[in-house]
């Protein structure tokens, strides 16, 4: 990204697939990268609601996670893109 973020792109995949994903690609550099944007799409076709289920789903399996309770990383909805995951760090 410009502000020189790392960003992953997951949009289209099924919950499940980016879980993996983000266990295997972004979880392991997140401590030298500090911050990944993930980009997961609103979902406008993933439910009635318009909620996306893959940032939703992703977000939740984060947030469940030993690192998350440990409050090693942050997640949050990017507040400029409702698409868009960002993962913190913290742990410095």
């Given at each position: 990204g410009a502000d020189g973020r790392l960003t992953v792109d997951y949009h289209g995949l099924y919950k499940?697939?980016?879980i993996a994903a983000y266990e295997e690609m972004?979880?392991?550099i997140l401590p030298a990268?500090?911050?990944v944007a993930i980009?997961?799409?609103k979902g406008r076709h993933s439910g009635k609601d318009g909620k996306s289920a893959l940032r939703d789903?992703?977000?939740?399996h984060i947030r469940?996670?030993?690192?998350y309770r440990e409050r090693k990383i942050q997640c949050r909805v990017d507040?400029?893109?409702?698409?868009?995951?960002?993962?913190?760090w913290l742990d410095r």
């Open positions: 499940r697939d980016a972004v979880l392991p990268q500090t911050r980009i997961t799409g789903g992703l977000m939740e469940q996670s030993a690192q507040p400029k893109n409702g698409g868009i995951l960002l993962v913190d």
